[in-house]
């Protein structure tokens, strides 16, 4: 089975909008975290946002939140106002910390995100 | 600066020829990993490393070696290239001290074997 799963292969979003992207995750493990990245054009990985399994709360960086559903294993990044330099590929990514996999992450295909002006 | 590099950024090789991408970082993490990226599959795993001479296999690990003989350093090897290792590479790192810790990325290693 798949641990991450992004169904959207790709999204249009107009300038100044939300847009949300979906993830689901699959773990039995009680302790994992869930983390999105974006990837320009330009090919580097860079960190947005991060969900651990215990917090309470939902995180939150500037325009990105993560809407975090445990009971049903979603983990959806939110971008509030949209800019045409979101344009980008997003991954949703898990780790799983269980003593035998401390540094297993799994990967989703990655949403592809067009801003249009 | 923080950083994990690699080397080279591009490559095109051919079939056979034994070839190692170079990774290293300088934020003394423990974690190392790497993962390549193939349309449509998002990343996946490779190898890893929790130390020093600590290695295991990830998600991919056929037609690939890893060594950790220093901290900072985390080569990928391929011993004899074929056109399905055709990818783009990335290298991380991670502290191992908080699950809340990300991974740094290399910019990454563009590879095509003909």
């Known amino acids: 089975a798949q641990k991450i799963t992004q169904t959207q292969p790709g999204m249009f979003v107009q300038e100044k909008e939300a847009v949300t992207l979906d993830c689901t995750y699959d773990t039995s493990d009680p302790s994992y975290g869930l983390f999105w990245y974006k990837q320009p054009s330009s090919g580097e990985m860079i960190f947005l946002i991060y969900?651990?399994?215990?917090?309470?709360q939902n995180a939150t960086e500037g325009r990105y939140s993560l809407n975090f559903q445990k009971a049903r294993k979603s983990a959806n990044l939110v971008i509030s106002a949209s800019q045409l330099g979101d344009s980008a590929m997003y991954f949703c990514a898990m780790r799983e910390t269980n003593r035998y996999n401390f540094n297993k992450f799994y990967f989703g295909s990655g949403t592809k995100l067009n801003v249009k002006p | 600066e923080a950083q994990v590099t690699q080397n080279p950024r591009y490559l095109i090789t051919v079939t056979g020829k034994k070839l190692t991408v170079t990774c290293s970082q300088n934020?003394?993490?423990?974690?190392m990993s790497w993962y390549r990226q193939d349309p449509g599959l998002g990343l996946r795993q490779i190898y890893y490393s929790m130390n020093v001479e600590v290695t295991d296999k990830g998600d991919v690990p056929e037609g690939y070696k890893v060594s950790r003989k220093e901290k900072r350093n985390f080569p990928l090897i391929l011993e004899s290239p074929s056109p399905n290792q055709t990818s783009l590479y990335f290298c991380?790192?991670?502290?191992?001290?908080?699950?809340?810790?990300?991974?740094?990325f290399g910019p990454g290693t563009r590879l095509t074997v003909l």
């Open positions: 991380a790192s991670s502290s191992r001290a908080f699950s809340t810790d990300t991974q740094y």
């Open positions: 934020m003394n993490h423990e974690y």
């Open positions: 969900q651990g399994s215990y917090d309470q």
